[in-house]
């Protein structure tokens, strides 16, 4: 096992070597790297298991020893500065990576028929590969300004994901607003990561921690620059998972693909922000001013996120303000001090919203490709309902994912969020009464997808294909030679 902690930095690596191989062979071979385009969703899988296996092995050593191994090595030192880089591995590490990569491999798979008759198939994979080793980077750095970077990174291919069919100029909108309303939180962070370093004099986590306690608990610091230092802290959480009043971006980020949604936007980047706060969780609470500013942030959140998830029509959005609603739980943990509580919930909602997400995909494309809608209306669920008997398999997962988010026992997010409700009564009857009310809330807006989508009378466009045999629109019917030719008319498809 210290063989494997001692080599366990090359693991947000591993992944890397896809992306640059695509680069490469388009550079030097690009009518071979095309025409071989569909092998490279293997390399991608097989590299991300790797990681996931050693993920886990890492899981259950912590899981056994309970201890936590961090290893630097200096990139530069002087008098007045010094930098450091390395790797932390410790419980929270062990969580997040495992979640990224799980999550991760099955979106790969849905992917690579997904986007099988996209002529970006390629450039898909390569920034996915990039994206998965921006997010382990990010997990596993040891400082903040190691954070920072793969935090970049990360925003750096959520613009690239987002904004992936950048000829349509909605989707082009709409990664430029993602990238501008995160470059305000991501400039407050860095503020906050400055402020921080000028009053320790360190960005280690190891040290950052002891000091920054001491300095509070002995009052040797001036509190409103902490408070400030913090708030700034905060506020790259804030933008990164799409908290009130930086939320504006999440819905318009359903304009890519919906494997991104569900991976990105649904399940890995927007935690970074709750695993930015689970991670400097020892500093904020010291400051019992900014622990409230992160519940009541949340509450908000949580009540936005519901009401505005009621009035959607688009399916995708309604599941983006549903992630919005659901983070702003995690947040309302983490302001209540209560960082397992908030985990637990990051994960079962991680793997619920993943599926409801790929659901919805499925069921877009379906519309798309054999009823012959238009993009703008395939995501409509006014012009669904009725899919049941068409697509038993995409309503059977989508059921069961809807029935976990709205936290039905004994389903994941049933004891996940059991817990956060549990804990906000004995935090603030308030916060108790509203969470509960929107909890309500998730089930009435879930179920009003659900119904929309898969009960109710036919639309009149299906009840044309009722005269036809083959009449099931799962996805995994669109891979036939029928599918696959009004997949290749309907898509505009772009390098």
Not at 249 to 254: I, K, N, T, V
Not at 297 to 326: E, N, W
Not at 369 to 398: C, E, R, W
Not at 441 to 448: E, G, Q, V
Request: charged letters at 10%; one cysteine or more; glycine letters at 6%.
């Amino acid at each position: 096992m210290e063989y494997t902690h001692q080599y366990s930095w090359i693991i947000p690596f591993i992944p890397l070597p896809v992306p640059v191989l695509i680069g490469v062979g388009l550079l030097l071979f690009p009518t071979a790297t095309k025409n071989l385009r569909r092998m490279w969703a293997f390399p991608s899988l097989l590299f991300l298991t790797i990681v996931m296996i050693f993920s886990v092995d890492l899981s259950i050593h912590q899981i056994n020893n309970s201890s936590v191994y961090q290893y630097v090595w200096s990139w530069t030192i002087n008098n007045d500065l010094s930098l450091e880089f390395g790797h932390l591995l410790d419980s929270l590490t062990s969580i997040m990576s495992i979640l990224i990569t799980t999550v991760g491999i099955l979106v790969l798979i849905y992917s690579d028929n997904y986007m099988s008759h996209d002529q970006g198939y390629l450039r898909f994979f390569a920034y996915m590969s990039f994206f998965n080793t921006s997010m382990l980077g990010l997990v596993t750095s040891s400082n903040l300004i190691q954070i920072y970077i793969f935090w970049e990174l990360v925003g750096m291919c959520s613009y690239l994901l987002i904004g992936f069919w950048f000829t349509r100029p909605i989707a082009a909108n709409a990664c430029q607003k993602a990238f501008v309303t995160n470059r305000v939180g991501d400039f407050g962070l860095l503020l906050g990561i400055l402020g921080l370093y000028w009053i320790t004099g360190s960005l280690e986590f190891r040290d950052l921690f002891e000091i920054f306690n001491n300095l509070i608990y002995n009052n040797e610091v001036n509190l409103l620059f902490v408070i400030l230092c913090a708030f700034l802290l905060f506020s790259g959480s804030v933008a990164k998972s799409a908290q009130f009043p930086l939320h504006v971006w999440l819905p318009d980020a359903m304009e890519g693909p919906t494997p991104i949604s569900a991976l990105i936007h649904a399940a890995t980047m927007v935690a970074a922000g709750i695993f930015l706060l689970a991670r400097l969780l020892p500093l904020f609470i010291v400051i019992p001013y900014i622990m409230n500013g992160i519940a009541w942030i949340g509450i908000i959140t949580i009540v936005l996120g519901a009401t505005l998830a009621l009035a959607q029509k688009d399916i995708k959005r309604s599941l983006a303000y549903s992630t919005m609603s659901q983070l702003g739980y995690m947040m309302l943990a983490l302001g209540m001090g209560s960082y397992r509580v908030a985990l637990f919930h990051l994960i079962t909602h991680a793997y619920s919203k993943a599926l409801l997400f790929l659901g919805s995909g499925s069921t877009i494309n379906s519309m798309e490709s054999i009823v012959g809608y238009s993009p703008d209306k395939s995501q409509n669920m006014v012009l669904m309902g009725g899919l049941t008997k068409h697509a038993p398999i995409t309503k059977t997962a989508f059921l069961v994912g809807t029935l976990s988010l709205c936290g039905i026992p004994p389903l994941a997010c049933f004891w996940s969020k059991d817990e956060i409700l549990n804990n906000s009564w004995l935090y603030s009857p308030i916060f108790a009464i509203i969470a509960c009310s929107t909890a309500g809330l998730t089930a009435f807006y879930m179920f009003r997808i659900y119904l929309l989508v898969f009960e109710g009378h036919l639309n009149a466009h299906l009840k044309n294909y009722n005269g036809k045999k083959n009449t099931s629109f799962d996805s995994i019917s669109l891979w036939g030679k029928e599918g696959q030719k009004m997949l290749m008319l309907k898509k505009k498809c772009i390098y």
